[in-house]
């Protein structure tokens, strides 16, 4: 049973919570349309206007007046119709680094009566693209098409429009959001590789590979004998009803299931070019393996995912940043994710110890097969065997594919 104590509680914070919505919407209402500066002159002219009787100081009547005009002024300027709709559109949502975007903006006015002039502020990124939009007949558009040259590798939101009018003194303001913000995906540079070939061991838990084989898990079929054939594989039943020899095939079964990590720590990296070749070694190295049909885990800080296309790995690339949090043991948060790998890959910048990375990979299943990509920007390329996995040193990204192919 409710009493009236606990009643009255419950009424008051419900009084409360509408009075601060209600207080809220009346913040916005006046924050939306005058500007700070504008609430300034318009108090100072009140403020001028009430002194001037009791002190009688001309200065304090002109400043009023003049002030009380230019707030009247800007007012009339900054009414007209701003009923407009608009459209963004990108030439291309999925680019490389290097290649041009297009940005297409269709603003038109949709109302019976013409609209009045404005200005057009699209963000595109950090950067704002600002430009002036001109008065509308009913019915009328106008088109604006904006173009820039992808610099760097990013996720890069474009829009929403942002509509402004107002008056030239900056004291009244009428804003409105217009379209919906695009997404373009800025890729990283990639170069094409050979088939990859390592960490490919067979399996009795892997896929078939379609490759025929004598020795295997997988039973395919049977085949006449001929000369050097190891006669443990003779079916000796078909062999007897057949009256020649027959050989049992199989389909080789194989583990691909590759794992690639990159090391996204800054300190890491000489360089910030440095740490972009890194990025697209990583991301070459996953589209080739998507390419091959082989199952990709990628780990990239607290970032891990399995793509299952090439496209949603150059997506996932786009927005990888430096972060000084990561684990200097990549090791520890690749293996909680793809423990049973059969191929292990580390991206990891020149500023990275390697005795480090001997600790590191000294985790890792014996049974896979370990290496790690050193970027060393401009270095030669070199590749060096330990114990537990192979070392190569990637001075530029065109060394990448000779790499992979010496190590298949």
Known sequence: MTTPLVASSRLRRRAGRRLSRAAQHVRHAFSAYVSPWGWAIGIASMVCL???PLLGWVELLVFGMMTAMMMFSAVILSLGNTRFEAHIGASQRRVTVGDCVNINVEISNTGKTATTNAHGDLPIGQAH???TIPMLASGQSKHTELAFRTITRAVLPIGPLHIRKGDPFGFIRHEKQLAEQVTVFIHPKTVRLSALNAGIPRDLEGQP??????DDLDFYGLREYTPGDDVRNVHWL????????MIRQYEATRRTDTSLTLDINPDDYASAEEFEIAVSAHASIGVQCLVQ????YTHAGQSCNRPRNAMELLDEASGIVPNREDPPNLADSTLRHAPDASFYCFTVGSMKAI???KRMTKALPRSSRCVVLQVCSGANRVIRQFSNFTLATVGELDDLPIIMEALA
């Open 50 to 52: 009430a002194l001037f």
């Open 129 to 131: 693209e600002r430009f």
């Open 209 to 214: 590979s379609g490759q025929i084989v004598d």
């Open 238 to 245: 078909s062999s007897a009803k057949t009256g020649s020899l």
């Open 293 to 296: 049909n082989r199952p990709v």
């Open 355 to 357: 005795d480090l990375v």
